[in-house]
Each structure stands twice: as structure tokens, then as C-alpha cells.
């Protein structure tokens, strides 16, 4: 499986050609901001792509950097990102954030996995992401799609996306990194489902090991 792996992400990527994830293009209207796009990750934790960019648009265009965020009452944070998902308790860890940042990062977003992962609201998932986005540091995000369809693979044998993270530093090439989270998540929403996988149109059906899978569709 590991001597093939470059031949599985490539025949994946195959497979997902000409599709992006809506966050992604946001994320990439904030390059050079890491404040935002820390922000913009974390509000759209559970939360649908456009739900996520109208909240942050709102967010930014009445306080655009960490300094008039903070000036910001809680209801206020609140009304500019309702809907999203639990925006009582996101609205309470922006406000939180940017007092630690403030204190213990001179006003800046840190660019180490090890200290963004102490900032409130932020777990390992989102700072990988922000390192490498923001930071353009090797960072491999790991969410459910991508610890499941490792996994099924047979390419990792781990029982949380943390030990998958921990794992794929080991194994996975470098240059996979940054596109890995996209790569699996567009496969994992199209073919490789959580449940009942389209194993029979499967690009890389002859290398899956299908771990876990009762029942493929084709």
C-alpha cells in the first residue's frame, strides 16, 4: 500500500478534476491575512460554506483585523455571525482568542500547530489547516472523510483522526500534505462515502482494502 500511494492520490484526484471546496475559495480570498482565515476555519466548523462566507464577510467588513475585533461587544460578535453553527460559543471563543493573542503573541497569529492549538475554539484540525494556508508550513489536516477513507484504505490502522495525523507525518510523502484534507474530503463526499461507498465505480477499488465496509454500491 505505501510503494502505491502515489498512484491511489492521483488516480483520487482523477476522480474529483474540476471540483473545489467553497470554504477553500474563501480561504484564499484572505492570503496574507492569517487572522481571518484562523477565523473564517473556525466559523465554519459544522457549518454549510455559504453560512460560513456571509458570516465572515460580516464579521470582517465592521472589524477587519484582531484589534477592532476585540473592541467588539459579545452580542455584537454574535449578530454579525449568526446562523453558523453554535455561534453563541464561536462568538465567545473569537472574543477569547484575541485576548490570548493579544497577551501571549504580541498581536500576532502564531504559526506553530503547538501554540495555535491553545488559542480557544482551535484543535488540531483547524491549526494544520492555518499553518498551511496562512503560514505555508507543511500541515496535514485530518477530519472525519480523511481519517475514515485512510483507514478503509488500509493505508493507516487508527482509532482517532489524532493518531491518523500522527501517522500520516510518518508515511505520507510530503507533497501530499497540503491537498490531502481536499483530495479526501471530494472523494469522500462523491465516492468513498461514509456509508454504503460506491465501490464499484471506485478509482482505486484494486488497492482499497475496504476495512470496515460491509456493503459497497455500484
Known amino acids: 500500500m505505501g510503494d502505491c500511494i502515489r498512484e491511489i492520490i492521483a488516480a483520487i484526484e482523477g476522480d474529483i478534476s474540476g471540483r473545489e471546496l467553497p470554504v477553500s475559495k474563501l480561504i484564499c480570498k484572505w492570503k ?9 476555519v473556525m466559523l465554519s466548523s459544522r457549518t454549510k460554506d455559504e453560512v460560513t462566507a456571509q458570516a465572515a464577510n460580516r464579521l470582517f467588513s465592521a472589524a477587519p483585523c484582531i484589534k477592532s475585533i476585540q473592541r ?31 497577551l501571549e ?23 494544520n489547516l492555518v499553518v498551511s494556508e496562512a503560514f505555508g508550513k507543511a500541515g496535514i489536516c485530518v477530519d472525519t472523510h480523511v481519517h475514515r477513507i485512510a483507514n478503509r484504505l488500509g493505508y493507516v490502522s487508527t482509532k482517532t483522526p ?8 510518518k508515511k505520507l510523502p510530503k507533497i501530499y500534505w497540503k491537498t490531502i484534507n481536499k483530495t479526501l474530503v471530494l472523494f469522500g463526499q462523491k465516492t468513498c462515502r461514509p456509508i454504503s461507498p460506491k465501490c464499484g465505480i471506485c478509482p482505486v477499488s484494486g488497492f482499497c482494502k475496504r476495512v470496515g465496509v460491509n456493503s459497497g454500491r455500484k
Open 32 to 40: 496574507g491575512e492569517p487572522f481571518k482565515i484562523l477565523a473564517t
Open 72 to 102: 467588539l461587544s459579545l452580542p455584537k460578535i454574535e449578530s454579525l455571525i449568526r446562523p453558523v453553527g453554535f455561534y453563541k460559543t464561536k462568538a465567545k471563543n473569537l472574543k477569547k482568542m484575541v485576548e490570548v493573542i493579544n
Open 105 to 127: 503573541f504580541g498581536g500576532r497569529v502564531p504559526d506553530k500547530i503547538e501554540d495555535l492549538v491553545i488559542l480557544p475554539g482551535v484543535g488540531r484540525k483547524t491549526a
Open 162 to 169: 489524532y493518531e491518523t495525523e500522527i501517522v500520516l507525518r
